[in-house]
């Protein structure tokens, strides 16, 4: 960046901003942050970018899908230092991130297709009357209270657990699971789906949303990889 640019490969700031709807405002901010490399000054002072910074620009707006903003920024950041290979441990992480999504997906989908139909519960219980209905121990229940499955409230006047009937319906798919042979730490995301859609059925129209997600964003690490893949090569040809 410390040679002479000739006049035709100055860009202004506002060229890098047109090709993606950007303002220039944010076209200094990304550069200010360390996104896009310094830029060099045109004979009266102004910002002089060049197509490596456009290349810079394509390539972390193409990051920031499957990486999300934070982990883009600091991808370009290590890039733009010469620390590829920290870039690279981030892209390495985010593989793996997704990776950890993908199995959490298949053992919450399995579960449900282990389960039974769960009828809806009415009203509050304690832990006597829940246990007997489960056919468990009072003790199994406050463990899988102390594992986060099961989240009760308590009873103002006596300090007893009161659960509801998302509390109960939570109680006996953990129990169905269990006896499905589920450790205490694969059940934890089941249960985290199931009250995030609101139910079993709900559940499996998330799951299909779920796996949708996680595929769009495979696809996003892939197109980012491309981009600043073409990044490196024009830094290195600059170099």
């Known amino acids: 960046m410390g040679r002479n640019l000739q006049p035709r490969e100055r860009l202004r700031p506002v060229d890098l901003a047109r090709e993606h709807g950007l303002s220039t405002q944010a076209v200094r901010n990304y550069e200010a942050d360390g ?3 310094a830029a060099g000054r045109g004979p009266q002072g102004y910002r ?11 390539a972390f707006l193409a990051l920031v899908p499957g990486h999300g903003h934070a ?12 620390a590829v290979e920290e870039a690279l441990r ?5 593989h793996a991130q997704l990776l950890d999504d993908r199995r959490t997906l298949q053992d919450v989908a399995a579960a449900i ?3 039974e139909p769960v009828a809806q519960e009415r009203g509050e219980t304690f832990v006597g009357p829940l246990a ?12 899988w209270e102390r594992a986060g499955l099961l989240r009760p409230g308590r009873d103002p006047k006596t300090g007893y657990r009161v659960y509801s009937a998302a509390d109960v319906r939570d109680a006996k798919l953990t129990h169905q699971l269990r006896r499905g042979g589920y450790l205490l730490e694969r059940i934890a995301p089941v ?9 079993v059925v709900p559940l499996e129209s998330a799951l299909r949303d779920w796996h949708s997600r996680l ?3 495979g696809r996003a690490l892939l197109s980012g990889a491309a981009a600043l893949e073409s990044y490196l090569d024009v830094a290195l040809l600059r170099q």
Do not use: C, F, W
């Open 35 to 37: 996104i896009l490399p």
């Open 48 to 58: 002089a970018y060049t197509p490596l910074h456009a290349q810079a620009l394509r």
């Open 71 to 82: 982990t883009a920024t600091s991808i370009m950041r290590a890039v733009n230092q010469d």
């Open 90 to 94: 981030l892209i390495d992480e985010s």
């Open 113 to 115: 297709r282990d389960l």
């Open 132 to 143: 007997r209905k489960l056919g468990v121990r009072p003790a199994t229940l406050r463990e």
């Open 191 to 199: 249960l985290d789906q199931v009250r995030s859609a609101g139910g």
């Open 215 to 217: 595929s769009a964003r």
